[in-house]
C-alpha cells in the first residue's frame, strides 16, 4: 500500500459532489482517480477547495487550509502552479496537466517547475504536443483519461430517431453548431432534433462569461428543434446518451481530451467533428463517425449520420468494439507505474 496526496486549488468540489450531479471534465477525472487508487488499497488523502473534511469511498477530503501531509510516496498536483510543491517531501512528484500547456511559460509557473521538476502527465498526443520542449521537468507521460462504469457497459441497440447530442463547453463550438444546424442540417432533415445538456451547474460557480449568450440562443431556436437541458449526472447522462443517433462537436483548440466525446463513443454513439484540440483523437474517422475537415463536410456527414440508418449501425457497432477506453482502474495502474 503507497499513500498518495492529490491537491488542487480551482473550483470547490468533492466525491459526493461528484455522484450527485455534473462536474466538469477535469473535475470527474479527479474524483475518479482518487477513489480508483483507494479502490486498489493504497491511503489516499485529497486537499481541495471543498467546504468541508469528507470521507467517501475510502478517499479523505479535507480543505487546503487544513494542512497537507509532509511526505507521500506519490504526489499529484492538480493543474494549478501553486499546488507543485504543497508536498516537500515526496516519492514521486506529478502535475497533472489538463489544459494546453502553453501557460506553463508563465515565470510563476517556470519559477516551481524548476524548483520542483515534477513528471507531467498529459491526457494525450495533442496535449503532449503543446508542452514546449525547453521546459523544465521530472519527465514526461502520456495517460488517457478513463471512463466511468455507466459508459462502459453500453450494448447494441436498434437505430434511434432522428436525435443528435451536445454535451460539452458551450463556449467551445455551440454558437458555430447552432449556424450549421439551422443553415444546413435541419433543413436536410426538418424532423431532427438537437438536444443540448449544458449550463454552469458543470463548473460549480456562476456561468463563465458568454456562455448564457449561447444558451438564450439554443433557446430561442426551439421551431428548428433545438432543445435544452439541465447537464446530468453520470448514470443519468449514460441513459440520455443510450437514445442519442450522434453526438456533434466541432472541438476546440482548448480541448485536449473531451470527456464528453468519449463517453458518447463508448456508449456507442457515432461522432462527428472537426480536427481541433484533441477531438479528432476521440473519433475514428469513417468507422465510429467523421473527422470533417471543413463545414461542408461536417454537415453532410450528420446529415448522413441522422438519416442512413445502415451507416448508423456500422458505426454504432464499430464504437461499441473499439471506444470503451480505459477503466479507471487501469488509469490508476499507470499512475502507480511512476512510483517505482
Avoid at 161 to 168: D, E, G, L, M
Wanted: proline share 7%; aromatic share 8%.
Amino acid at each position: 500500500m503507497a499513500s498518495v496526496v492529490m491537491a488542487d486549488d480551482g473550483i470547490a468540489f468533492d466525491g459526493a459532489m461528484a455522484d450527485e450531479g455534473p462536474l466538469g471534465g477535469a473535475e470527474t477525472a479527479f474524483v475518479a482517480l482518487a477513489e480508483a487508487f483507494a479502490q486498489r488499497g493504497h491511503r489516499v488523502i485529497v486537499r481541495n477547495r471543498c467546504h468541508a473534511s469528507l470521507n467517501h469511498k475510502r478517499v479523505c477530503w479535507a480543505p487546503l487550509s487544513s494542512g497537507i501531509p509532509d511526505a507521500c510516496d506519490l504526489y499529484i498536483g492538480n493543474r494549478g502552479h501553486r499546488v507543485i510543491g504543497l508536498v516537500r517531501n515526496a516519492g514521486r512528484r506529478v502535475f497533472w496537466l489538463h489544459n494546453p500547456a502553453g501557460y506553463l511559460k508563465k515565470p510563476r509557473n517556470l519559477c516551481r517547475l524548476a524548483r520542483y521538476h515534477p513528471i507531467l502527465v498529459t491526457s494525450g498526443r495533442y496535449h503532449a504536443g503543446t508542452i514546449p520542449r525547453w521546459l523544465p521537468r521530472g519527465g514526461q507521460e502520456t495517460i488517457p483519461y478513463g471512463l466511468l462504469q455507466p459508459f462502459r457497459g453500453a450494448k447494441p441497440r436498434q437505430t434511434p430517431p432522428p436525435r443528435a447530442i451536445f454535451t460539452s463547453n458551450p463556449l467551445r463550438g455551440l454558437d458555430w453548431l447552432l449556424d450549421l444546424w439551422v443553415a444546413r442540417i435541419a433543413p436536410a432533415v426538418p424532423q431532427a432534433e438537437l438536444h443540448i445538456y449544458a449550463g454552469a451547474a458543470v463548473y460549480g460557480r456562476a456561468s463563465p462569461p458568454g456562455m448564457e449568450e449561447v444558451l438564450a440562443r439554443a433557446d430561442a431556436l426551439a421551431r428548428f428543434g433545438i432543445c435544452r437541458f439541465a447537464p446530468l449526472g453520470h448514470s443519468r447522462l449514460a441513459a440520455v446518451l443510450a437514445g442519442a443517433r450522434v453526438m456533434l462537436y466541432r472541438g476546440d483548440p482548448g480541448e485536449t481530451f473531451c470527456l464528453a466525446l468519449a463517453e458518447a463513443q463508448a456508449m456507442g454513439v457515432p461522432a462527428v467533428v472537426k480536427p481541433l484540440g484533441s477531438a479528432g483523437e476521440r473519433v475514428m474517422d469513417g468507422v465510429t463517425g467523421r473527422v470533417a475537415e471543413d463545414d461542408e463536410s461536417f454537415a453532410a456527414a450528420a446529415v448522413a449520420s441522422l438519416t442512413d440508418d445502415a451507416l448508423w449501425q456500422r458505426w454504432h457497432l464499430a464504437a461499441l468494439e473499439h471506444q470503451r477506453g480505459l477503466s479507471w482502474d487501469a488509469v490508476a495502474a499507470r499512475f502507480e507505474a511512476l512510483i517505482s
